[in-house]
């Protein structure tokens, strides 16, 4: 990895991807965006938007994974998700596991005030925020 890096991070899921953005050299991601998908496929000209504005080096997706470590039953569809980024944007994509970072971001928005209502107000960029602090706080 170089000294600096602009850096994306995915919360992957069937109707709604939050995108965070963030920096390796101030190791500070913050929500981007929430791009709409159906069943799991991505509004990828939203997403072709976001890259080409950005230019990230990376892109860290959130991997799924069940409490005991295991894959989940969305595990799959996110690693697919993970080689069609590779392949459309030739960026270095990295899996991170998320296990938490829906519940902390609902934790967190409800803290700061967010009425619950997660399907009107989603908070999809805030968990994907959450695991590009995680990735990284790891490097």
Not at 32 to 61: C, F, M, S, Y
Not at 82 to 92: C, D, L, P, S, W
């Amino acid at each position: 990895m170089t000294a600096q890096e602009t850096v994306f991070a995915v919360d992957y899921g069937l109707r709604n991807m939050g995108v965070a953005v963030g920096n390796t050299l101030s190791r500070t991601a913050q929500p981007l965006a929430i791009i709409n998908a159906r069943d799991g496929v991505p509004d990828w000209g939203a997403l072709t938007k976001l890259i080409e504005e950005w230019q990230p080096h990376r892109v860290v997706v959130g991997h799924p994974l069940n409490m005991d470590g295991s894959e989940s039953d969305i595990s799959q569809r996110v690693m697919k998700f993970a080689r069609q980024i590779e392949g459309r944007y030739q960026r270095i994509v990295t899996l991170v596991d998320e296990r938490l970072s829906s519940r902390e971001a609902k934790a967190a928005a409800l803290a700061s005030g967010h009425d619950g209502d997660f399907a009107a107000k989603p908070i999809d960029d805030e968990a994907a925020a959450i695991i590009l602090t995680t990735w990284l706080n790891e490097q």
